[in-house]
């Protein structure tokens, strides 16, 4: 989980400091040094109490503690400092291209089926959009920014971000506001203060707090809810009680009309509805800053409820929650499908190889997703060096097994070069980093010496591009999946597109989502985090969890979301049969991939550019789409059936669901289509 213990500062009202994923993996000789406390929080650590028959084990590890620190020594005064010779291919520093930084220019109107987001405060120190932009791009719902409250209110959804205080609309404004609803619009808001629209909102008063940890939906029959259907959904952690003080919340009391969807643990309303004429608004006493983009940094207060290998929908309640709005409310409903063929979900398999005699098994893992028609992306730590932590192993004849595997269908990854479980606390670097000149060497388990983050980045990918035929390393996974807040800079500017850092437990997602720069509130980088879902070393290890990390799967197809499984390729007798075990069980319409082919499939679709439009015939419409990027599988919802389509789409048999023909970098398609009377 989160280790926060090391900062005790919290100054900031609106993050704490940033702690990586936990992880640690211990070496894997002798085994006496696995410990199982190593996967929980720092502060649930008991110390030990050691019985005479544990009193030898304790005594080995301390004399091989002390052998590792006296090797440090003596590796100062012998390690040789030539580089071994390894075929490289020259990494380009980039410069960071700063994304448009007007989002009403960067999400602009363009068809009436958009949700209007009206943004409520872009004055001197404004809120950015960037947690709605999340949440509304990984649902698939399109929409719009506006200042233009009559541009708004043409459209049938509105929502109003990030908050409603006295300065935001006049009373003129106020009563638009009222009329549009009653007329039949619909309303999704959060954090209203202001009392001129207390009567719309339904309720009476309210008070702000962060001294609130834990929320409840109620049992409704309230469309919004409909995903919403598993006790991890119904109920979820804001924060941990270990801290006096987490994020903010408002509680409402409602007026008699207003229906209360969820509350906090004090008893006050934190979603409401109320119906008003023919429409109805939505008020949330949340801001999804807190409750989707801080949980996607790791900025949260450990509202998490376990690390790794459980459902964890903590930030996703919420996606679910606008994505069920959107499709109660929205007349003749689109939506851009999450996975892409029409699958239900997707499972994307990795493999972490950071010991020399993880290359072998590696072999018998490719082979048994072969004969289940799946594939894998292994992750290879490029290690060149040897230090007090292990030996250089990136040498013949793993380099061959490397090749290997990539010439049987495997894509490769890097996994860092010296695996260090202090590389959340590494300096950036100069950017300047290559394999003739990086030498890093690990002191201890989370010490090192020369080690920066750009140099473990550009260097593995150096040298995996080097000495694998046609490679490009573009996804990238932290050993330990230790995350400085540096890594998307490091990643972007040497030509990453990937990376899978984090446990979907930790930043409480099993959706992939742009990573914003220095894991902050204001910009997305160019790369797109997977969290892990499953990994195998959690005790009693996966070959005995089959069962349970199939439960995690199906809850995540039932929203749509992917599940990430890791697997270490240390040894392939009883974890490639788990594996077979696993894909063997998995319901057809759950696709087994590995991680790259999949993370390209959501980077086009994520910026991908479409429009429905009707035509003078009321039962037919245009669907254009444009990618940036080659592309395969993309899938569009519909609400209303379909009865024909042109222009090259597959209609699956449920006449909702359009697949698209394969599209080629700026190409674009137009589909001409006709409903069912």
Known sequence: MKRRSFNSSRASHLVPAVEPARWVRTLRSPPLLFDASYLQPKSLRK???LKDSELKQFLTIGLLVFTLCGSVAVWKLVAAHATPALRTKEVPLLEIAHQHTDQLQQFPESFPLQVAVFWTNPGPDPENPLPLVHSLKEMGIPFFITRDLPQALRHRLVILYPSVDAHSFSQAQADQLTTFVQQGGFIFAQNVFWGGLRNLFGFRSFAPSRKRYHLAFSVTTDPVTKYLNRPEERETQLGSDRFPE????????????????????????????????????????LSLLDVVLRNQNNRDYDAQRHYVNTFEPGADVWLLVLRAWYEAYGKDWVRLSTIPGGQRSALLLSHDVDWENSFAPGLDFARVEKANQ?????????????????????????????????????????HSIIHSRGFNK????????????????????????????????????ELLDGEIPDQDTIFFRAGHLRVP???????????????????????????????????????DSDIYEFPVTIEDEEPPGFAKRVPQALQVILANAENGAVSVVLIHSNES????????????????????????????????????????????????????????????????????????????????????????????????????IIYLQ
């Open 485 to 523: 807040v540096s890594l998307p800079e490091a990643l972007e500017r040497s030509g990453y597109q990937f990376d899978s850092s984090f446990t979907a437990n930790d930043v409480l997602s099993n959706f992939p989502f742009a990573l914003p720069r220095a894991l902050g509130f204001e910009e």
């Open 573 to 672: 007798v009883l974890k490639a049969a788990a594996e077979q075990d696993l894909l063997r069980q998995l319901p057809s319409d759950i696709a087994k991939t590995d991680m790259l082919t999949f993370a390209k499939f959501w980077r086009a679709r994520d910026r991908l550019q479409w429009s429905l439009t009707a035509t003078s015939v009321p039962s037919e419409a245009v669907l254009q789409v444009k990618s940036d990027e080659s592309v395969i599988g993309l899938t569009f919802e519909f609400q209303r059936p379909i009865a024909t389509v042109s222009g090259g789409a597959t209609m699956f048999p449920d006449n909702r669901h359009l697949l698209l023909p394969e599209l080629a970098p700026g190409h674009s398609v137009s589909l001409h």
């Open 374 to 414: 799946a594939s894998s992306t292994f992750f290879i730590q490029t290690k060149y060096v040897d230090d007090a932590n292990s030996k250089a192993f990136f040498f013949t004849p793993q380099l061959n097994i490397l090749r290997q595997l990539k010439a049987g269908g495997s894509s490769v990854g890097s």
């Open 47 to 49: 110390s030990l109490n």
């Open 426 to 461: 590494f300096q950036l670097g100069s950017g300047h980093e290559t394999y003739s000149s990086y030498q890093p060497r690990g002191l201890g388990f989370d010490t090192a010496s020369g080690a920066t983050v750009f140099g473990e980045v550009r260097v593995s990918k």
């Open 246 to 285: 987490i994020i903010w919340s408002n509680g409402y009391v409602p007026d008699p009309g207003a229906e209360v969807l969820a509350h906090f643990d004090d008893g006050s309303a934190a979603l409401l509805t109320n119906s008003v004429g023919k429409g109805k608004v939505y008020l949330l006493g």
